[in-house]
């Protein structure tokens, strides 16, 4: 018995000063940083060398202090006093005359108790001391027993044990249950010794429990209420050392809210900690390049309205959904009709001087006529052509003269396409005299060449023309001025199988977007495939807004340009 009460005292003892890492901080201990009064009250129960062992009562009182902690098992420390009686009867012996005894005991000591909360109100506790403990024995009618050794000492050291529960009414009220048992080194409980035993008693008891001091924490989650930012927090939330829910992705709504846990910093969130979406397509308007779609419309996860044959218009407004790749449509997704024109073959007209004017004059000879109509019948079919007319003489006679008379040729030309309908923003005048000739004016054949006037088709990007700054060149510096054209879209037409052409150079088009980006997404990709490609934005009424045409190019003929698409475009 003996062992039992050593092994179960340094249990305690053990457990006071071990670590406890195996519970997670939640809520305080109901014992944290409180102090403890105790006034129990219940019944002995010894073994000794009496035959018969008897029940009788016990006092205690003790006071305690338990440590702070957010772990459901809490140590206190406890001193307490114990005032009763211990009884037997029946004799030890047959040699022995008393037939009882009851023994006056007393101790004072101190213990550890460990306390383990099963909830707020219901503590189960182990608990194991060391005290001083007197005791007298005698016979039921209060006579002192004559101790059975000559060496009787009364005072002695006892060990206690004891478990039972805590039970809590408020947090300063409560009650105890309590069973323990207690070692004294010593057989004379009973006032005799017989064998080599020692002599021990038992004890149960209950009592009022009141508390002092503690940790107020009003909201249960582990921090004091003086430090509480948020002292209404639900129970079983997880909060920060403020007390406030945790917010781990900061977006305002606490974790035990937040059905989206993961958003990226600075994103609005709505009351559910979700990314706003405005137009409820499923898409968060953070990543929706279409944050208007009506509702209902199925979207892509760019959150645009999809678009299955990838004409610009979405399937949802498509009327014509199988549109084939590269063709211009309407606003309601159908391919719009557009002529097909071959391109300008010839982009300039000579009209020789000698044979089409008056010698010496601007006035328009028969002979012209013929030569005239077939200029003006390119300019009517191509109607949005700009051309410019270039007055030339020889070096014959006063270079003053020659200007002007170059300049009212090129007024003759330009006045008989103004009398047949071309508008005059479509043309150009210019006279150079003698600058720029095309032969050679020491022979007559030369100077008869040099005599003349051009019409020619010009690359007018801007829409209007100084007629001091361009002037013609010669023969070489054509050649350069047509190798380093640039494509200009205003006069371009379609010449089949989506092919465009300026008049000079020649493009397809691979593919038409509403999207700006999609259309240069498109074009990257073919660029890192070797292809040309770049992003043309046309805008017109029946196109219903802007379109960004992907095309690639520029070809200097009709048939590069279309063994280059059939590298990408099997059709």
């Known amino acids: 018995m003996r062992s039992v009460l050593l092994i179960i005292f340094f249990v305690i003892l053990t457990l006071n000063i071990t670590p406890q890492q195996r519970y997670e901080p939640k809520i305080f201990h109901p014992f944290s940083n409180k102090f403890v009064l105790s006034a129990d009250g219940g019944i002995t129960y010894s073994r000794t060398d009496f035959k018969k062992n008897g029940i009788d009562f016990l006092t205690r009182a003790s006071l305690g202090y338990y440590f702070s902690t957010l772990s459901p098992a809490t140590f206190g420390f406890e001193i307490t006093g114990t005032a009763g009686y211990i009884t037997g009867e029946g004799g030890a012996s047959s040699s022995l005359p008393t037939a ?25 506790y182990l608990f194991g001391g060391i005290s001083y403990f007197y005791f ?7 006579s002192a027993l004559i101790p059975s050794i000559q060496s009787f000492s009364p005072h002695k050291m006892m060990l206690t044990g004891e478990f039972g529960t805590k039970i ?6 409560g009650m105890k249950l309590a069973a323990g048992v207690n070692y004294i080194n010593s057989d004379l409980l009973d006032g005799y010794q017989l064998g080599t035993d020692k002599d021990i008693y038992f004890h149960a008891l209950a009592g009022l429990t009141f508390y002092f001091g503690g940790i107020k924490d009003t909201d249960g989650d582990g921090v004091r209420d003086e430090y509480d930012l948020c002292p209404d927090t639900p129970p079983f939330v997880i909060v920060d050392e403020f007390g406030c829910p945790v917010d781990s992705d900061k977006d305002g709504v606490p974790d035990y809210l937040d059905e989206c846990p993961n958003t990226p910093v600075n994103i609005p969130v709505n009351e559910k900690g979700c990314p706003v979406d405005s137009d409820q397509d499923g898409v968060p308007d953070y990543k929706d390049l279409c944050p208007d779609t009506p509702k209902g419309v199925k979207v892509d ?17 498509d009327l014509c959904p199988n549109t084939p790749v590269g063709t211009e449509v309407n606003k309601w997704g159908c391919p719009i009709d557009e002529k097909v024109y071959e391109p300008i073959k010839k982009t300039e007209f000579i009209l020789s001087g000698a044979v089409n004017f008056e010698t010496g004059k601007a006035n328009l000879l028969n002979s ?12 009517i079919d191509y109607p949005d052509t700009k051309w410019k007319i270039e007055g030339h003489t020889d070096n014959t006679g006063r270079y003053d003269k020659n200007l002007e008379l170059s300049k009212q040729r090129a007024e003759s030309v330009y006045n008989y396409f103004i009398a047949n309908g071309i508008d005059n923003s479509r043309l150009f005048t210019a006279g150079y005299s003698s600058d720029y000739p095309i032969a050679d004016n020491n022979t007559e054949t030369g100077r008869a060449l040099n005599r003349r006037v051009a019409i020619v088709l010009i690359d007018n ?3 209007s023309f100084d007629n001091t700054d361009i002037k013609p060149s010669d023969k070489q510096k054509q050649a350069d001025f047509t190798s380093s054209r640039v494509y200009n879209p205003s006069v371009e037409r379609n010449v089949g199988k989506m092919v465009f052409t300026d008049g000079y150079l020649y493009c397809y088009q691979v593919s038409s977007f509403r999207n700006k980006i999609k ?7 073919l660029k890192t495939k070797g292809f040309n490609s770049f992003v043309v934005i046309a805008n017109s ?12 190019g520029y070809f200097n003929t009709l048939e590069e340009a279309l063994k280059n698409r059939s590298l990408l475009i099997k059709n």
């Open 136 to 142: 007298e024995p005698k016979d039921k009618n209060g």
């Open 519 to 525: 259309a240069e997404s498109e074009s990257s990709e």
């Open 100 to 124: 009882n005894y009851r023994t006056l005991i007393y101790s004072f000591g101190a213990g550890s108790s460990f306390n383990y909360a099963l909830g707020k109100s219901f503590i189960p």
């Open 301 to 317: 996860d760019r959150g645009c309205p999809e678009d299955s044959d990838g004409d610009g218009v979405p399937d949802y407004k």
């Open 541 to 552: 009424p029946d196109l219903d807004g802007t379109w960004y045409r992907v095309r690639v």
């Open 461 to 463: 990007k801007e829409g």
């Open 168 to 173: 809590l009414f408020s947090d300063y009220l």
């Open 368 to 379: 012209a006529y013929s030569e005239l109509q077939k200029v003006l019948k390119v300019m």
